[in-house]
Nanobody, 113 residues
Framework: QVQLVESGGTLVQPGGSLRLSCAAS????????VAWYRQAPGRSRELVAE?????RINYVDDVKGRFTISREASAMYLQMNGLKFEDTAVYFC?????????WGQGTQVTVSS
């Protein structure tokens, strides 16, 4: 088992930058797949970025070149640059341990002028 807590979400202007953090209750992130998801109002939850336990990194097309995912033993991050209105959503961190997914409570990112 593991508990995840996101932080860093806030109101930001278009073109601005923001770094989201996810703290894990156990130092297990290098042994498992980790990911960031987001969900906008009226939309389904979508995968934004992930790092597999083998170190492979994947991004959804519309954030490539703008977002960067990284991890430490007990924390993971999402650096977001060049933010757009379309990035407004609740962002969730995710860790897959064996066949079980664990989720944080989410942090709100609002991009507005």
């Amino acid at each position: 088992q593991v508990q995840l807590v996101e932080s860093g979400g806030t109101l930001v202007q278009p073109g601005g930058s923001l770094r989201l953090s996810c703290a894990a209750s156990r130092s297990i992130l290098f042994f498992n797949d980790v990911a960031w998801y987001r969900q906008a109002p009226g939309r389904s939850r979508e995968l934004v970025a992930e790092i597999t336990s083998g170190g492979r990194i994947n991004y959804v097309d519309d954030v490539k070149g703008r977002f960067t995912i990284s991890r430490e033993a007990s924390a993971m991050y999402l650096q977001m640059n060049g933010l757009k209105f379309e990035d407004t959503a609740v962002y969730f961190c995710n860790v897959r341990i064996e066949w079980t997914d664990y989720w944080g409570q989410g942090t709100q990112v609002t991009v507005s002028s």
